[in-house]
């Protein structure tokens, strides 16, 4: 019992910041202790507000005061430690490489309980007292301890970042929306959150759907697989047996056959297992997708999960399955037809039999090529909502019509400073890549560029005109005429005039076409390559003195 109160009076006598028995110990205005080296460290830091804070209480002084050192203090000290007792840690859970340290913790740093919103201060538990004691920090957020809550501190304002700005996308501070985002569309974060929050569950809903489909897709390869090996492992048992009663006369041509048999049988289940991985993998990115969109929809910092929604809310191109059940075995059963003739025919027949066999070797893929899209509305098919990204947007282009519409204008707008906006052509890129198949429509008023590009075709200069490098292709639309533009040279294209210009994209074929749409769709240029990153679309709008030049992407239905 006895020990136990001294255990309990050592506690007692531990400096609330170090966490040990006080040395010299002095004790402040308000009437708390500590260690003289530690209070004049923690009033040290704050020299240059010069308003002196106890870390317990938070009571504030000024000027700061002078410090003398607590005798009596100091005498029951010394009798603890004659006793013989170690000191003992207020908590003996300190901080590891990885965890969220206590910030007001000055020598070994305890693990934070919780983290301030308001403080944007971490806390460990003897610190976070004073939040659960005192009137003055009730109305304070607490949340999961964080290492990001620098993040929600505007760096140009040290406020704190509350106002979410749709102009810019991105999180800024109240003397941010009075200033430089003065006229911008700006909402309160949590007002955002909200919005987003409901977004997410919809976004989830479309993941599982998703894996759903490709689990779906795995199982008919699998059983697609099966039956490959199945109908090969049969031909070829046939064939054994067929030849082993020609054995003289056909020993050669049975080992051509079986090798042809294999051969197909490698092909088919080479390619079946190859998109059956991929779409495991797709599978397994999907699965991780969801579950940071899980983790995102349970976060508590506003700003941390404006922050990365938008990334993680982005959906990759789906793997194309829309042949999956196409893979002829017709030659399997040909091969064991053929053998079957040759057995009969014998010698005679051989050469007519073994020239069947090999016509009837063509290669399939697991997936065929699809054809390209011939009417309007097989097109639409590949058709998506897209939108500019005004990061981009020159400043003499002012991005509208929910972020659609590139129009030139006499006066610069006020966009923010961005590395990816051009500044010597007025110019603009769609805010998402495009990978696989796509379709979409420009509309026009007077002459305008629409194009595709690389994310990093330069943004300054002559090669940052589209169609001026070997990393953007163009179709250049004049009142008159088109012409084609891609790595400095030009082509010149015929065709009816229209004011909308559709795009047909495969990414994966390499092929990229043009379509003047009126009442039908005309063929301008065709392109046959090989893309080999993501592409964006882009949007070029040439100047005029005396009209409104403008390009839209076409919303379709």
Known sequence: MAQQQNLMDQKKLCCSICLDLLKDPV????????????????????????????????????????????????DLVEELKKTGLQAVSADPCYAEPGDVAC?????????????????????????????????????????????????????????????????????????????????????????????RQGELGTNRQRLQRRIQ??????????????????????AVKNSDKIFSQLIRLIKNRSSDVKQQIRSRQKTEVSLAKELK??????????????????????????????????????LSTSIDTSSIN????????????????????????????????????RPVDVLLPQAEPMTRAEFLQYSGETTLDSNTANTRLLVSEGDRKATVTSDKQGYSRHPDRFTDMFQVLSRDSLSGRHYWEVERSYEASVAVTYKDISRTGYESGFGNDDKSWALECYNNSYQFRHNRTVTFVSGPRSSRVGVYLDHSAGVLCFYSVSGTMTLLHRVQTTFTHPLHQGLGVFA???????AELCKLE
């Not at 697609?224 to 109908?231: A, E, G, K, T």
């Not at 064991?336 to 039999?353: C, H, I, P, R, T």
């Not at 005029?544 to 403008?550: E, F, H, L, R, V």
Request: proline share 4%; with cysteine; hydrophobic share 30%.
């Open 277 to 314: 991985e991929k779409l495991e993998a797709e599978i397994l990115v999907l699965r991780r997708k969801d579950a940071e969109l899980e983790k995102l929809s349970h976060t508590e910092d506003h700003t941390q999960f404006l922050q990365n929604y938008p990334t993680l809310s982005c």
């Open 103 to 195: 910030d007001v913790c000055t020598e070994r740093k305890l693990k934070a309980l919780k983290s301030c919103l308001q403080c944007l201060v971490s806390y460990c538990e003897q610190h976070l007292q004073p939040h659960y004691e005192s009137p003055a920090f009730e109305k304070h957020k607490l949340v999961a301890p964080s290492k990001k809550l620098q993040e929600n501190i505007c760096p140009r304002h040290g406020e704190v970042k509350k106002i979410f700005c749709h102009t810019d996308h991105q999180c800024i501070c109240i003397l941010c929306s009075m200033d430089e985002h003065k006229d911008h569309h700006t909402v309160l974060a949590l007002t955002e959150r909200t919005e």
């Open 544 to 550: 005029t003195d005396d009209k409104s030049s403008a």
């Open 326 to 361: 196409i893979c002829p075995l017709q030659y399997f059963e040909d091969a064991m037809a053929a053998v079957s003739e040759v057995k009969d025919k014998l010698q005679a027949a051989l050469s007519d039999a073994w020239t069947k066999i090999s016509q009837a070797v």
């Open 27 to 74: 004790t402040i205005p308000c009437g708390h202790s500590y260690c003289m080296s530690c209070i004049r460290n923690h009033w040290d830091e704050e020299d240059q507000k010069k308003v002196y804070s106890c870390p317990q209480c938070r009571q504030t002084f000024k000027p700061r005061p002078a410090l003398v050192k607590n005798t009596m203090l100091a």
């Open 213 to 234: 489909g490709r689990e779906e897709d795995v199982k008919v390869l699998q059983e697609r697989l099966d039956v490959i090996n199945h109908s090969a492992d049969k």
